[in-house]
C-alpha cells in the first residue's frame, strides 16, 4: 500500500540552527501539506502546496518556514532559525485532489535545545 | 471560523464494550469529515470520512460514524472494542467545495482500554 514516508524520525538541533525536515509523498499524489504537533495540543495545519507553489499557510507558518518540491519525490520543510518553541512532531501529509482524503507520514519529532 | 470540538479527552472502556467518542463542528456549510487514529509514536491514520450521501459510514477497523447535520456531529462508534484500539482519536473536518483545504482538527480523545 503506498504511503507517505518521513525522514528523520527524530530530529534534535540547538536553538538557532537550520533544519530541514523531509518527505516522500504518495507518487500520484499532487497537494502536499505540513502539519505539526505541539505535546498535547491538536495538529495543526502550517502549509499547503501544488503546482508548485504555496496555495495556502497559516499564521504560524511566519518567514522562518519554507518549503520546497527539489525533485519529483521529495517535499522538504525548512526552519531557518529554530526556536524552543518550534520543538513538535511534524507531519507530512499528501493527496491525490481537493476532494479526497490526506495520507499521513510517521511525523519527525523536532526537538529543538 | 470553524472549529471541531471532542469534549472526552479521555475514554476509558473495557474491552469487548461499545465505544461512542464524540465530534461537534461549528461550519458554516456541511465540510468534509474525518476521523484519524495517532497510536503511540505513530503517524495519524484515517479511519473513515464522510464527503456526502448516506451518513452512515464505514471504516477500517470495524469502526463507523454516523453524520448528524442537526446537531452538527460527527460521532465514532464500535461495537466491541479490542485492547488494540487504544490510541488517540482525532476528529477532523475542511471546507467542501472549492477554496481552502486546511484540515482543522479537534483535540483529540485518548482512548485506553482495559483488559
Known amino acids: 500500500e503506498p504511503e507517505v514516508t518521513q525522514t528523520p524520525s527524530h530530529q534534535v538541533t540547538q536553538m538557532g540552527q537550520e533544519v530541514i525536515l523531509r518527505c516522500v509523498p504518495i507518487s500520484n499524489h499532487l497537494y502536499f501539506y505540513w502539519y505539526r504537533q505541539i505535546l498535547g495540543q491538536k495538529v495543526e495545519f502550517l502549509v499547503s502546496f501544488y503546482n508548485n507553489e ?3 499557510k497559516s ?14 519525490s521529495n517535499f522538504t520543510l525548512k526552519i531557518r532559525s529554530t526556536k ?6 511534524y507531519f507530512c501529509a499528501s493527496s491525490g ?4 482524503e490526506a495520507f499521513f507520514g510517521q511525523g519527525t519529532r523536532l526537538t529543538v535545545v | 471560523a470553524q472549529s471541531v470540538t471532542q469534549p472526552d479527552i479521555h475514554i476509558t472502556v473495557s474491552e469487548g464494550a461499545s465505544l461512542e467518542l464524540r465530534c461537534n ?6 465540510p468534509y469529515l474525518f476521523w484519524y487514529v495517532q497510536s503511540p509514536g505513530q503517524g495519524l491514520q484515517l479511519l473513515l470520512k464522510y464527503f456526502s450521501g448516506d451518513t452512515l459510514v464505514q471504516g477500517i477497523k470495524g469502526f463507523e460514524a454516523e453524520f448528524k447535520r442537526s446537531q452538527s456531529s460527527f460521532n465514532l462508534r464500535k461495537p466491541s472494542v479490542h485492547w488494540s484500539d487504544a490510541a488517540e482519536y482525532f476528529c477532523a473536518v475542511v471546507p467542501s467545495g472549492a477554496g481552502s483545504y486546511q484540515l482543522t482538527f479537534g483535540k483529540g480523545t485518548k482512548l485506553s482500554v482495559i483488559p
Open chain 1, 54 to 56: 504555496i496555495s495556502e
Open chain 1, 97 to 100: 485532489s481537493r476532494n479526497t
Open chain 1, 59 to 72: 499564521e504560524i507558518f511566519d518567514d522562518q518556514f519554507s518549503v520546497e518540491r527539489p525533485d519529483g
Open chain 2, 25 to 30: 463542528y461549528s461550519y458554516g456549510a456541511t
Open chain 1, 84 to 89: 524552543l518553541e518550534d520543538s513538535a512532531m
